[in-house]
């Protein structure tokens, strides 16, 4: 009874919504989980073809093919598919040919579409906000492009400001359209969304580089950059790091919104402090390096180390020096690059002296470039002094007992320094000579927090330790 009462109330019942019909349909969906991403870049040096397969061999094991194209002016183009997820698929392989000397010039992606129907990215964002992360609906926001669907996702962005998915769209087909640098930065200058600001500003910072990994000119209006720096939100963190990549020397109103972000505390200081390395030497900009130098982050410290190098030259030696007979061994590893690359014929004693302690220790973990290898350059720049032969003679007396690492990179940047492979090291004076010098253990500190007191030896040399450590227990 109550039934029938509740319908003759209501009316018929009303008819289901037509389904909504893309314009184009299954444009997307030709994008499935197993999808792969297919792209091609040519190689800078042609010449340089037949070490591709080695540096690759790894990924090509498990989720490459690479595809070899003479093309008739002479260049080398490898056609890839990677089965790897993400972006990753793509910076992957570029970033291991680099890492092995293999420069490439340009990069296409394929399998991209700029020109998606509105009604086809409504249906992907409500895909997106129920299923972020099938890798189905992550290909397929992948293969976004286009400048139209930038704006698509802008305007859309601003009438479900609810609807965070549209952010990813925005994001994705700005990640995949080059050229948008101008229009992007203009847009995150002006947008009140905080959080859309930062992703349009991030795109341009993703695609510095990607520029530079692909040998491409990348030159952002550097009055749009500083218009999003000045902002004081997230959003300014990205123009830091657009600001990274300008050439020097940097604009005055640019080079004062570094040094006040280089001043305060937060992930954002790192980007503003690697980025003063360009500016101009002031009082300003020492005055901002020298606070970043006591943070209580030691990688915003060793950045402000090496910015205050780059830009004042041996006028950061007191801090270096210092630096280099510090107990800690962060701060003293800074150090060695800075006086490396920074150093004159003045800092060769000392930067010798530290040369002979680096390769008499020993280690369990690898660096990249070998730890004293800027102070090796340094003593080659000025292999006329007594001290740097001195130092070079003791480091190729030393070549068996060099870090694996150490002997490689000396074969690839310093052949001449290699000894003859006749040369003996296994007699009894070469043992002694070479002896590994006996390891001092550090005074405690004592340190209070609250009412709880440690003792402990902080800020050493760990690494040290523990391998003698790993010896005694052998």
């Not at 802008?154 to 479900?160: E, L």
């Not at 006591?294 to 630096?323: C, I, K, M, T």
């Not at 800075?338 to 010798?352: E, K, Q």
């Amino acid at each position: 009874m109550f039934e029938r009462l509740k319908r003759a109330l209501s009316g018929p019942p009303s008819e289901p919504a037509a389904p909504v019909v893309p314009s184009e349909p299954g444009r997307l969906d030709w994008m499935t989980r197993t999808t792969p991403y297919r792209f091609r870049t040519w190689l800078a040096d042609p010449s340089q073809r037949d070490a591709v397969s080695g540096i690759l061999k790894l990924l090509i094991d498990r989720e490459l093919t690479v595809e070899y194209v003479d093309e008739p002016d002479g260049r080398v183009r490898l056609d890839m598919v990677s089965t790897f997820e993400g972006w990753a698929a793509v910076t992957r392989p570029l970033w291991t040919l680099r890492r092995g000397g293999v420069r490439v010039r340009g990069l296409e992606e394929l399998d991209l579409f700029d020109d998606v129907a509105p009604d086809e990215l409504e249906r992907l964002v409500r895909d997106w906000e129920t299923r972020a992360y099938d890798r189905a609906a992550r290909r397929r926001m992948d293969a976004l492009a286009g400048e139209a669907t930038v704006r698509y996702a802008i305007r859309a962005r601003h009438r479900q400001p609810n609807v965070r998915s549209w952010i990813h769209v925005a994001a994705s087909a700005a990640n995949h359209t080059p050229g948008l640098d101008a229009l992007l930065l203009e847009s995150a200058a002006s947008e009140p969304d905080a959080d859309l600001a930062a992703t349009l500003a991030s795109a341009v910072a993703g695609r510095a580089g990607i520029a530079e990994l692909v040998s491409e000119p990348f030159d952002p209006p550097s009055h749009l950059v500083l218009a999003v720096a000045r902002r004081r939100d997230k959003a300014a963190d990205a123009g830091y790091l657009i600001a990274e990549t300008l050439p020097a020397p940097l604009d005055d109103e640019l080079t004062v919104v570094l040094c006040n972000a280089a001043r305060r505390k937060g992930l954002s200081t790192t980007a503003a402090v690697r980025a003063l390395r360009n500016a101009s030497a002031s009082t300003e900009v020492r005055s901002a390096l020298e606070a970043a130098l006591e943070s209580s982050d030691a990688d915003v410290r060793g950045l402000a180390l090496d910015s205050l190098g780059s830009v004042f030259g041996v006028g950061a030696r007191p801090y270096w020096q210092a630096w280099l007979a510090s107990s800690s061994a962060p701060q003293r590893m800074a150090a060695e690059d800075v006086i490396g690359a920074y150093g004159d014929a003045d800092d060769v004693p000392l930067a010798a002296e530290h040369l002979g302690k680096i390769i008499r220790r020993k280690s369990s973990i690898s660096w990249e470039p070998p730890r004293g290898s800027e102070i090796i350059g340094l003593l080659v720049r000025h292999r006329e002094l007594p001290e740097a032969q001195a130092a070079i003679a003791d480091l190729t007396k030393r070549w068996p007992k060099l870090p694996e690492e150490l002997r490689a990179w000396l074969r690839d940047h310093h052949p001449d320094l290699v000894p003859a492979e006749a040369a003996a090291f296994s007699t009894a004076e070469d043992i002694a000579e070479t002896a590994e010098a006996l390891l001092e253990w550090p005074l405690p500190e004592i340190k209070r927090d609250g009412r709880e007191v440690y003792l402990g030896f902080w800020d050493t040399d760990q690494f040290d330790v523990r391998d003698r450590f790993e010896q005694l227990l052998v």
